[in-house]
């Protein structure tokens, strides 16, 4: 949505009930109603602590049906070097972007979406979000059920296969990067600096011998893996696909899955996201017991909506292939964990506990170029 950078607030503190009134009347959301009161509550923080999420509780001035009782604003963080970062890497101006030209033509339930500012130029961004409440999120730290599996599958498949080697991923060439973008040249500097940390917080059983000597020959081939990952088959993916950025409705919810945080959208190989998934979010015994199960059920979805020329056998290579390359995530999360939260160094370690397990099992460093 256009706007004026002055009319866009720059924290949830500057949002009033006259701008809401204005903004959701704008969008058709309220009809004639006016927002007379509205309650601010932050519930957490942006990936990687990027941005400022809030809880708005709105009151009307009369009944309003279909007007949004909750809502939840995004907004990059007023702490200027946590800014920065995020505008370098252009997270905002992504997920903005994402709401505006690509969730609406999506068959994935991802929140609505009642207001969206991209101001590149003023640095001014906004996202007004659906609370989703019927449905409960999930716990990456707990670990995925398998009838949580089941649901996510065949949901992702369906939607990477909408995208798969599409024309329509050119047209989202200006925001949405590859791999091989100068924006992730940051990777390889970042995981040197950071493995070594990464090493210590592991549990004293850590297979650290073997984990290093294949950390090192992924890391002096980190440019070659980038440039592999654009000859793959390409979709958009999430590439922070876990089970934090997912939601589950019991019976009867109108929402049995529904995936949040659309910051890191890549056009790149869609089994980062199943290699990421299936290796992190699940305990290794689930994985060890369902993994083929769970790919078999992907590739057949990917088939029966469309996808031609790609054999389960080269699903299975890009799968392992996703698995070594994700690998990053809890490597460089090391060298900004949070270690104030209680939950952060038990969900790191599980995260490269189970990571760890899947590229050992599958020798999936046997897919890195060269």
């Known amino acids: 949505m256009a706007a004026s950078a002055s009319t866009i607030p720059y924290s949830a503190a500057e ?82 972007r994402f709401y505006d030209e690509v969730a609406p033509h999506v068959d994935l339930r991802v929140p609505k979406c009642y207001y969206n500012a991209v101001d590149v130029a003023a640095d001014r961004y906004l996202l007004l979000l659906e609370e989703i409440r019927d449905a409960e999120v999930g716990d990456q730290l707990l670990g995925c059920t398998i009838e949580q599996a089941r649901t996510v599958i065949p949901a992702i498949a369906k939607f ?49 011998e073997a984990m290093t000597t294949i950390a090192n020959r992924a890391v002096d081939l980190m440019n070659p893996t980038r440039a592999k990952l654009d ?20 019976l009867g919810s109108a929402t049995p899955f529904a995936v949040i945080d659309w910051q890191l959208t890549v056009r790149s190989s869609p089994l980062l996201d199943i290699g990421y998934f299936l290796s992190q979010s699940l305990d ?16 057949r979805v990917l088939v029966e909506n469309g996808v031609r020329d790609y054999s389960f056998d080269q699903c299975f290579d890009d799968y392992r ?18 270690t104030s939260s209680p939950r952060a160094i038990p ?9 760890t397990a899947a590229i050992l099992d599958l020798k999936t460093y046997e897919t890195l170029p060269g």
């Open 347 to 355: 969900l790191m370690r599980a995260m490269a506990e189970r990571a």
């Open 15 to 96: 949002i009033t009930p006259e701008w809401l009134t204005a903004v959701l009347r704008e969008g058709g959301h309220i009809g004639g109603a006016t927002v007379t009161a509205v309650d601010k509550q932050i519930v957490g923080e942006g990936v990687g602590f990027l941005g400022e999420l809030a809880r708005l509780t709105l009151t009307y001035d009369r009944p309003a049906p279909g007007a949004p009782a909750t809502l939840i604003s995004k907004i990059p963080t007023a702490f200027q070097q946590a800014r920065d970062v995020g505008n370098a890497f252009r997270f905002y101006e992504r997920e903005g």
């Open 231 to 250: 000859t793959l088959p390409m979709s958009i993916a999430h590439t922070d696909f876990r089970l934090d950025n997912m939601f589950f409705g019991g």
């Open 321 to 338: 292939f996703g698995v070594q390359v994700m690998l990053v995530i809890p490597v460089t999360a090391a060298a900004s964990l949070d």
């Open 160 to 208: 990477h296969a909408a995208w798969w080697q599409s024309p329509d991923l050119a047209r989202l060439a200006t925001w949405m990067p590859t791999m091989c973008d100068p924006l992730y040249d940051y990777i390889e500097p970042l995981w040197r600096q950071s493995f070594d940390t990464f090493l210590a917080l592991q549990s004293e059983d850590y297979p650290r």
């Open 284 to 299: 290794t015994e689930l994985r060890r017991a369902h993994e083929m199960e769970l790919l078999r059920d992907y590739h």
